[in-house]
């Protein structure tokens, strides 16, 4: 099953965890649970945004640096500051990839595009939708669960055994019902926290993924204006990877989810 194209399965197991539980607030962040609340396709426009990317995101196979044992990220965003603490030992290939993502500039500039209070914050679409589709198939294995998905916690969204990309969502309530769906997290929110509980969450689950990735940052900005991004992120103690700033226009009538839809599953 396509990464964006994933029937929610975590909002099944949400479905099921409210009938069990009951009192639960949160659900697990599947793409498709979110496509329940999915708002109607936007119109695109003739806008043009500037958006900086590596050029080497456009070849995710060569991205494939081993994570040091343990690193910072320190996050800066439209709503504040935050920091993610990656252990490898973790989740060793979800920890590799998030590395290099945020080494060369994959999240400058991406919504956080779902927002479930109680539940989990997700982001992880490129605002640049020529990356988004060379990394629709970037796809890596799954880790072994070690931790469990508590506050706080950093984890890639599926859609299935072996399906991470880059989506990733940070955990707002103890989602431990996600440990045995085999989302195992790779990191935690060391400083920041009241950051990430306060991003814009206005929005819900309306943002359509699909046309996040084939329209990128314009289609964000135009419709859902009040929506936190990040702006850059850094792996503390090591040099700033220099990008080079990519010019886009969506094109009026471009179709908004073709092909790959860009939707992916988070827990739900």
């Given amino acids: 099953m396509n990464f964006y194209h994933r029937t929610t399965r975590i909002a099944f197991c ?27 396709p936007a119109t695109t426009t003739h806008r043009t945004s500037t958006v900086t990317n590596s050029g080497s995101l456009l070849h995710p196979a060569t991205l494939h ?17 935050f920091t993610v603490h990656v252990t490898r030992a973790w989740a060793p290939l979800g920890a ?30 490129s605002a640049d939708p020529k990356v988004n589709a060379v990394w629709d198939s970037a796809r890596i294995k799954d880790d072994k669960v070690t931790q469990s998905n508590t506050p706080g916690m950093v984890t890639f969204a599926t859609a299935g055994p072996n399906t991470r ?4 969502f940070i955990n707002y309530g103890s989602n431990t019902f996600l440990d045995a769906q085999g989302f195992s997290p790779f990191g935690t929110v060391t400083d920041g926290m009241d950051v990430v ?22 289609y964000l900005d135009k419709n859902f204006p009040k929506l936190d991004s990040v702006k850059t992120t850094v ?18 009538g471009a179709s908004g989810a073709t092909g790959s839809t860009g939707k992916k599953t988070t827990p739900q």
């Fill in 165 to 168: 990309t880059t989506q990733i």
């Fill in 65 to 81: 640096a081993q994570a040091p044992e343990t690193y910072d990220v320190k996050f800066t965003t439209s709503h504040g500051d």
């Fill in 197 to 218: 509980k306060g991003i814009y969450p206005g929005y819900g689950e309306s943002p359509d993924q699909g046309k996040i990735t084939n329209e990128g940052k314009a």
């Fill in 96 to 125: 590799d990839r998030f590395y290099n993502l945020c080494k060369h500039g994959f999240f400058n500039n991406a919504g956080f595009f779902r927002v479930v209070p109680g539940f989990m914050v997700q982001f992880g679409l």
């Fill in 235 to 252: 792996i503390v103690g090591e040099p700033v990877h220099t990008a080079a700033p990519v010019h886009h226009t969506a094109a009026p």
């Fill in 14 to 40: 949400a479905v099921a965890f409210h009938l069990i539980a009951g009192a639960l607030a949160a659900q697990t962040p599947d793409p498709n649970t979110a496509m329940k609340a999915q708002a109607k």
